[in-house]
């Protein structure tokens, strides 16, 4: 069984730092993409970074790009998400998924995409 549990949001003041966490376990040795997406109060959910476990290649849409980094631990079985210089504008519920069948490109670009498998989330909450 398939499951992804992500874990690190919290409240963090503008300008500060986050690093979120997405576990996974019962994956196939197949290769995945792996995103982060979030969903904003109000908002389509939307990718923030996309990582392949074949070579690590990563894609960040422009709206986080310099500020986010996605890189995984293999040994660990766990995809991580670093955050910084946070704005306001990054409150919302993040979600970690993956998908055998989407390069990351179309994965962080098709955010509201019924990707194959999905963590609970969790929440990333930076203040006005």
């Known amino acids: 069984q398939v499951q992804l549990v992500e874990s690190g949001g919290g409240l963090v003041q503008p300008g500060g730092s986050l690093t979120l966490s997405c576990e996974t376990s019962?994956?196939?040795?197949?290769?995945?993409?792996i995103g982060w997406f979030r969903q904003a109060p109000g908002k389509e959910r939307e990718g923030v970074s996309c990582?392949?476990?074949?070579?690590?290649?990563?894609y960040y849409p422009r709206s986080v790009r310099g500020r986010f980094t996605i890189s995984r631990d293999n040994a660990k079985n766990t995809v991580y998400l670093q955050m910084n210089t946070l704005t306001p504008e990054d409150t919302g519920i993040y979600y970690c998924?993956?998908?055998?069948?989407?390069?990351?490109?179309?994965?962080?670009?098709?955010?509201?995409?019924?990707?194959?498998?999905w963590g609970q989330g969790t929440q990333v909450t930076v203040p006005s």
């Open positions: 019962g994956l196939a040795s197949d290769y995945y993409s």
């Open positions: 990582i392949s476990t074949r070579d690590d290649s990563t």
């Open positions: 998924a993956a998908d055998p069948n989407y390069r990351i490109e179309a994965m962080c670009i098709f955010g509201r995409q019924n990707y194959k498998f």
